[in-house]
């Protein structure tokens, strides 16, 4: 994932001239992000038991990351998984998925209304894909997921601090929770 972050960015600063094509800009309203970050990350966090349940019977438990399940959980657990989940996932993947591959999805497909919506739905497959290690239901339900931040992305007017903002609240969540005893 870094290195496809690292490429889109190089990539659209050579070609666009700058990051703004992906969604790094200052937005007409930071509580509009906040808000639509807020609820996608809610969104997100409730249908996901309800997808997962429906799954497990036929496809069985999904994979949870290494990273959450390792390690002696105490603060400095704490405090390192949370910087890599909001270095690689929260930043590294809304760069790579919401940003990157939905704008060149678009881009390939005309730059129309339809097309963006097309290319986001298409990086939501891939999201999920991307999540193999979880098994099929942990990929459909990442795939879920993309869907959520990518309308975030879009309602959002495609700012990326709004999905930066909500994929790292879920994985914040998660992460608490799972130090806390509160979630497996």
Same mark, same amino acid.
């Given at each position: ?20 094509? *992906? ?21 997100? *966090?409730?249908? /996901? ?16 990351? /290494?990273?959450? &399940? ?7 657990? @704490?405090?390192?998984? @949370? ?17 990157? &591959?939905?704008?060149?999805? /678009?881009?390939? !497909? ?7 919506? &097309? ?34 992305? !879009?309602? /959002? ?7 930066? @903002? ?19």
């Amino acid at each position: 994932m870094p290195i496809l972050a690292v490429a889109g960015l190089v990539s659209v600063r050579l070609r666009e001239g700058g990051w703004a094509a *992906l969604g790094f800009r200052r937005p007409k309203s930071w509580v509009r992000v906040v808000i639509i970050a807020v609820a996608a990350a809610a969104l997100r *966090l409730i249908v /996901s038991d309800p997808i997962q349940a429906v799954l497990t019977p036929i496809w069985g438990t999904p994979t949870e990351s /290494s990273t959450i &399940i390792s390690g002696g959980h105490d603060l400095h657990w @704490l405090i390192t998984t @949370l910087a890599i989940v909001w270095t690689f996932a929260a930043f590294g993947e809304e760069i790579s998925y919401r940003g990157y &591959i939905t704008l060149r999805g /678009s881009d390939a !497909l005309g730059g129309s209304t339809f097309a963006w919506i &097309i290319a986001t739905v298409a990086a939501a497959v891939l999201f999920g894909f991307g999540h193999y290690y979880k098994g099929p239901v942990g990929m459909v339900d990442s795939g879920v997921a993309g869907l959520i931040l990518g309308a975030a992305y !879009l309602l /959002s007017g495609r700012c990326l601090w709004t999905t930066i @903002l909500a994929h790292g609240l879920i994985d914040t969540t998660g992460v608490v929770l799972f130090y806390l005893g509160l979630a497996s």
